[in-house]
């Protein structure tokens, strides 16, 4: 009898760490007959999906803050193809990963039980590391679901210090140390610090902190995506044009604060002037609709 249930261990053993291997083959195999260069992988996940019918990074849709259930609810049942939610460590014990944005140090919902919930959706996800606290144990939950994940997955930090930018960035080397190994089919969203006053003159992304940034990216092996912050690109385009330039891995996304004084036509620069699969568009509703109602914006 001992025998019997000897052989019958081996054999679900075996049968799960085949069914494991078969899934992780599945996926590379699926990224290696990826048409476009890596920047385009997100792309193509929803144009397979179905839910854009082009290539065109601009008909993303974004649901932001996704910190709480209620939140996570609603991003879940939206049409937005992408959650962003951010990640800090509880403030107290169990000191688990939560959703929870700076002041807040406490949520309804911890990282653990969020991701449970959206891989069931196949939507795409970005997560945005406000501690290095949180980046490790967030990363092991990250890979217990893996194998159930279906859209992007994305990882953001802000890593370099930019314009006006007040905040702490994290470690860029203790981060990517942390990220790249265990992420190496998941988008990088690495960014700078940036501040805005409205009563001043703002300056752009300098040539300093656009090579600082691509000197920490160039020997990563994932596709790397820079958010940016829309209201200084106007005056920071020959640093971008240069930086977009320097590998098909990389890609922008395009953001906006809740104040910054925003002129979307300044942005047709950047839509006429870069690959439509190359730029994010993550902006309020109303400016979206306004910049995709623009002359010269097709």
Known sequence: MGLVKHKWYRFVLCTTVIASLVVCYLKLHSLSNSKGPMSEHTLEYFLNKGTIQR???????????????????EALQGSAQMIEADVFLRGQDPKVPIMAHPPDNDSDITLQDWLKEVVKSGKGIKLDFKSLAAVSPSMTLLEDVRDQLQGPVWINADIVPGPRGTATPLDPHVFLQEVAQKSENDVLSLGWTTGWDVDADN??????????MEELCRSLKQPVTFPVRAALLPVSFPQFQWL????DRYSMTVWTGKHDVLTVEDLLLYRQNFSKTRIYYDLLESQIKQFKGLTGYT
């Open 244 to 247: 977009l330039k320097q590998s």
């Open 55 to 73: 290539k065109d990074a601009a008909d993303i849709e974004w649901y932001h803050a996704a910190n709480s259930k209620s939140k996570l609810t």
């Open 203 to 212: 300056p752009g992304y300098s040539w300093e902190m656009v090579h600082q």
